[in-house]
């Protein structure tokens, strides 16, 4: 029986199956398909939240402890694992930022670098892009990280762990529930594996299954407000490099790769579990890549895909213990922010989770 059972196996569930058994408990992890394949697989891998400066500080708290370990992470997973997961600093240009007067007031709260550009000052830092941008927004320090190599590096590091076990291609089904002196608690989950119901058996159990988080604690029954949340990309191989720098305006944004790829992101879509792309995102992206950079016409698309994020109200996640059962807890509903939020996410959680003091006030993502 391990101390620890995580149900989902992305980004916040590998990132906290790190922080436990580096502690030295024992963890086990269940993913219904394969780890690191589904939002956090999915999404751009920017180290910041978009316009960081219009959300609340229970997401800048989190944020800004998670952009601080990032450089260690990524350097700690490509010694232990020999993958690397592509973090690049290589800066945020906001070219649409109307509210830019607050967005330098919270800059300078925070102690983030954020300077105006110019017209001229665009063009010399990026020439590429289309003209008439008359103001940006600078912050040199957001860098982005090759989230599908950040999750197959975390995988590969845990698979080495004695103290993981990772039971991949299992669904959780349920919970198993008793009531002893102490009140209510799980013993553990009900799984199905490979056509079988098993029983595994934990001390405590941790629920981090994304956009599936709400619907798999109904069945207790509890309610935790994560809804899935579509977002589809596109994959660009431009025949050279067009951009230095992540650029954002209107809500789209590409992202640089360090070998030359492109992505153009991303749709915000409510439609349910419904994974599927459609012609008419990819040529909204396409066209929004292009008003950005018009030699992008030229750039064939590689891919094209869709994950669902774990949408919480103001993005704000849920981490701790559920009400009512004494070693249940979640971690979810990092909606579009999950990859840099994760390792705060995790650490503070792991904090709880073992009676160390916590790196950022647990109570805004206290579960109700
Ligand atoms: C298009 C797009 C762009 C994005 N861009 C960014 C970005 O630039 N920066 C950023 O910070 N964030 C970004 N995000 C958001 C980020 O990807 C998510 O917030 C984050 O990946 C959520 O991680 P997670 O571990 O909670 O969920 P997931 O990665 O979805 O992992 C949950 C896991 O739980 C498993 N699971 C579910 N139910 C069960 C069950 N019953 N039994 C066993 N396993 C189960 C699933 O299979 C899954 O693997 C983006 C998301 C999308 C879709």
Redesign the pocket.
Known sequence: MSDFLI?????????LARELSSAGASVTV?????????????????????YPWRYTPAVTALASSAQKAYPELAMQLLEETGIDPELERTGLLMLDAPDSGTALEWAKGEGSAMHVLSEAAIVQREASLAAGYGEGLWMPEIA?IR?PRL?KALLSSLQLQPRVRLLQH????GFIQQTGQEGRAVAG?E?LRNGHLERVLAEHVVV??????G??LKSLPLDVAVQP?????LLLKPAKRVISSIVLSNGR?L?PRRDGHLLI???LEYTGFDKSTSEEAGRSLYAAAIALVPELKKAPVIAH??????GAAQGI?YIGKLPGLRNLSV????????????PASAGLHADLLLGRPPRVDPLPYQPV
Request: hydrophobic residues 40%; aromatic residues 6%.
């Open positions: 149900v989902g196996g992305g980004i916040i569930g590998l990132l269940i993913e219904r398909g394969e780890c690191g394949k589904e939002a956090s697989w999915a999404g751009g891998g920017i180290v910041s939240p978009l982005n989230n999750l299992s669904t959780v089904s989950v799984l981090t299954a994304g956009a599936w988080t619907d798999l949340v579509k977002g589809q990309m944004y992202i992101g991303s749709t895909w869709a994950g669902l994020r774990p996640p971690n979810a509903g990092q909606f579009r922010n999950g990859l840099v939020l994760a």
